[in-house]
C-alpha cells in the first residue's frame, strides 16, 4: 500500500477519534472524516507554507509555538469547507489539530524507515566503512 494512502487512512483514523477526545468538535461519520483529512493535506500542502511565512516574525519570538495557531487555524478552515463537520471554538480546533498532528508525527515516523534497511558507518582512524544491516522486520539481522 502507498505511504501517501497509508497516511491519509491514518489521519482520517485520528479526526475520526477526535470527537472522543476533544469536546466540540463533530465528525458525521467514516467518509467525512476520509474528506477532513484530504482537506487537510491540500490546505497543509497550499496554504500553511504562505501562512507561516506571512507570520515568520511571530513564529520566531514565539519559538514555533505559532505553528500549533496556524494548525489550529487550518484544521477550523478545514472543518468549515466539509459539510459535516462542526468545530465549536478556537480552542476545540486548537486541541483536536494538536491530536491529529501527533498522531500524523507518529505515523510519519513509523514509515519514515526504508523496508527494513539501516545504515551503520563505522569509522577508524582516516578510513571509513559502510556496513548495510537488513532485518527482516522480526529482529533477525542479516
Known amino acids: 500500500m502507498p505511504k501517501f494512502l497509508v497516511k491519509w487512512l491514518v489521519t482520517a483514523a485520528a479526526i475520526l477519534a477526535t470527537p472522543h ?3 466540540g468538535v463533530y465528525i458525521d461519520g467514516l ?3 476520509l474528506a477532513v483529512a484530504a482537506v487537510l ?3 497543509n500542502l497550499l496554504v ?3 501562512l507561516i ?3 515568520l516574525p511571530l513564529t520566531v519570538v514565539s519559538l514555533g509555538f505559532f505553528l500549533l495557531v496556524i ?3 487550518i484544521f477550523k478552515w478545514a472543518g468549515s469547507l466539509v459539510m459535516g463537520v462542526a468545530v465549536d471554538s478556537f480552542s476545540a480546533a486548537f486541541l483536536a489539530s494538536l491530536w491529529v498532528s501527533v498522531v500524523s508525527w507518529v505515523c510519519n515516523l513509523s514509515l519514515s ?3 527494513g534497511k539501516y545504515r551503520v558507518h563505522v569509522s577508524r582512524s582516516n578510513r571509513g566503512r559502510v556496513i548495510d544491516l537488513n532485518s527482516d522486520g522480526e529482529g533477525n539481522w542479516r
Open 71 to 73: 494548525n489550529a487555524v
Open 21 to 23: 477526545l476533544v469536546s
Open 48 to 50: 500553511r507554507p504562505i
Open 31 to 33: 467518509g467525512t472524516a
Open 53 to 55: 511565512f506571512i507570520t
Open 113 to 115: 524507515r526504508e523496508s
Open 41 to 43: 493535506a491540500l490546505l
